[in-house]
């Protein structure tokens, strides 16, 4: 008898063949029967007459590391369809710490990652087994943040690293591999990454090749200088072996338009060399991140506590403002956007609740001051706990980059305050909106994007498609009703369509709604066969 039989349905299998007809049979977590099955018995049958079926979706981009601990704030994830998240993001994650980074990072990854109290954690291995003993909705896979590493080498230093210090963040970086991680990650436009030189990232990403991990990237820049910034990660993959994953693509401007097409080249020419070569991308022509990202790279030294220190002198915020007014050598995105088009999603203090979902010229007008002293009063007062929003393009950029082979879904969603509407709605949005209203690509498609792609970019053996002897991550949706219901005015609707998701064999959505199951597990990292046999 199955636990669950799921029958009637449209099999899109994520390998992209045209969907099929088949029943599923699912017992102990695990796909274990595919056929006819109308002679068999279930505790749970779902008639999904109609419907498509799918493996469960892979976020390859999230800020879920902390947060994945409570339930009910987290539950908007499975509510989408996502089975699996990838956590450890940007370089700046909570493992690995010492007693005595660990608080520098609680106070740099508030805005970001949320507030849970106390890590009762120092290491990834420490980390993933207080993963394992909580109550998660799904899968996690975790990376190594190049940021946590280099701290723990050489602290918020705001310079190039030594031969010496370099050697030591790769073993830092081999350790978390052994210890389960699937990669290794870094955000080059913030502290302490950014200080890396090119010479760095080669010598941490060969930590990650030697365990077959992929580099999951933001790139230095995402507008003006792209180009330079992917030639930067592209050299980096061809000179250490690493497999090649850059985050959240986008060309940030419409001054900057033109460079999309020749950006998307780079891909391909890296994948004709032999470069491995992948990147995500989610389904809006707004970003999202930590409202301080906005400041030039200098001020970043330090950290977040000496960044505050810096900010109060009137000095340094004149010579802020001349360099958000000239300067390019950085990711600027005031001149490339515009203050009109910079939208605070989250503070951390009731007193400037007022200011989620207000652009900053509202902001600005309201407290009788220019938008960019508007911004330091801001974020002394909020202790540079803000996350903001950011509308950079035009959707017919978006969905290039989606028709791309090489993209995949990623979510970049941030929880807190009026977030970016992606932390409910993209993988619904790509169904929906850009798949059944727009025919920007099949659903066959689609689905290889959020589930068999990322599966294979992350060596999960057992995950990303329907198979049987496959762990029975399942997604089961309209496809002419599913739809995105997040806006960016009112950002906290729960989408429609996803009927049933299953977590490991366990319905944790059933018709539309959460149920509270909580069977996610933590997948490490599978040792190869020459590694067991070396240990």
């Not at 810096?310 to 958000?324: G, H, M, N, S």
């Not at 007014?325 to 088009?341: I, Q």
Request: with cysteine; aromatic share 8%; net charge negative.
């Amino acid at each position: 008898m199955f636990d669950v039989i799921i029958k009637n349905g449209k099999i899109y299998d994520g390998t992209e063949n045209p969907w099929t007809k088949s029943d599923i049979g699912v017992k102990d977590g695990i796909i274990q029967k595919m056929g006819d099955l109308s002679g068999q018995a279930a505790y749970k049958v779902i008639d999904a007459d109609q419907m498509a079926v799918s493996p469960g979706f892979i976020d390859t981009h999230v800020h879920s590391d902390l947060l994945c601990t409570k339930p009910e704030i987290h539950k908007i994830k499975v509510l989408q369809g996502v089975t699996t998240e990838l956590f450890g993001q940007d370089g700046i994650s909570v493992a690995p710490v010492s007693e005595e980074t660990k608080p520098l990072w609680q106070k740099q990854l508030k805005g970001l990652n949320g507030d849970i109290g106390d890590w009762p954690w120092n290491t990834i291995e420490e980390y993933l087994a207080f993963l394992d003993k909580a109550e998660i909705n799904n899968n996690a896979v975790y990376l190594v943040p190049h940021g946590a590493v280099r701290t723990l080498v050489m602290g918020f230093e705001g310079r190039k690293a030594t031969r010496d210090e370099m050697e030591k963040m790769r073993r830092l970086v081999e350790e978390g591999m052994e210890q389960g991680a699937a990669g290794l990650s870094s955000g080059l436009i913030y502290p302490p990454n950014l200080y890396s030189c090119k010479e760095e990232l080669i010598e941490i990403c060969k930590g990650a090749a030697k365990y077959d991990g992929c580099f999951v990237v933001h790139i230095r820049n995402e507008s003006n200088a792209i180009l330079e910034a992917l030639d930067e990660v592209i050299d980096v993959a061809r000179q250490s072996g690493v497999r090649l994953h850059v985050s959240h693509f986008k060309v940030g401007g419409i001054v900057n338009r033109e460079k999309y097409d020749q950006a998307l080249r780079k891909f391909d020419q890296a994948r004709e060399e032999g470069i491995e070569v992948t990147f995500d991308q989610y389904p809006y022509t707004a970003g999202s991140t930590v409202f301080h990202a906005l400041l030039p790279p200098w001020m970043h030294s330090g950290g977040t506590e000496e960044l505050l220190l810096k900010l109060r002198d009137p000095e340094v915020q004149k010579k802020i403002k001349t360099d958000l007014e000239t300067k390019v050598d950085f990711e600027n995105w005031v001149l490339n956007c515009g203050w009109e088009n910079i939208v605070l999603t989250s503070v951390t203090t009731d007193a400037n609740r007022w200011a989620e979902g207000k652009n900053m010229l509202q902001i600005s007008e309201e407290l009788g001051m220019e938008p960019a002293d508007a911004a330091f009063k801001l974020m002394l007062e909020e202790n540079a706990g803000i996350t903001m929003l950011i509308h950079w393009g035009m959707e017919e950029d978006i969905i290039s980059a989606m028709q791309h082979p090489l993209q995949i879904v990623g979510s970049d969603g941030i929880f807190g305050g009026k977030p970016h509407p992606r932390l409910y709605g993209t993988y619904p949005r790509v169904l929906g909106h850009f798949v059944r209203d727009k025919k920007a690509m099949s659903l066959e498609e689609a689905v290889r994007k959020m589930t068999g792609a990322p599966a294979q970019l992350l060596r999960l053996k057992d995950r990303g498609f329907i198979k049987e002897g496959y762990a029975a991550d399942i997604v089961v949706f309209d496809p002419e009703t599913v739809k995105d219901e997040a806006t960016y005015e009112d950002p906290l609707q729960e989408p429609t369509g996803i009927c049933y998701v299953l977590v490991n064999g366990a319905l944790a959505v059933e018709n539309g709604r959460y149920t509270g199951k909580t069977d996610g597990k933590v997948l490490r990292r599978e040792k190869s066969h020459v590694e067991n046999i070396s240990m």
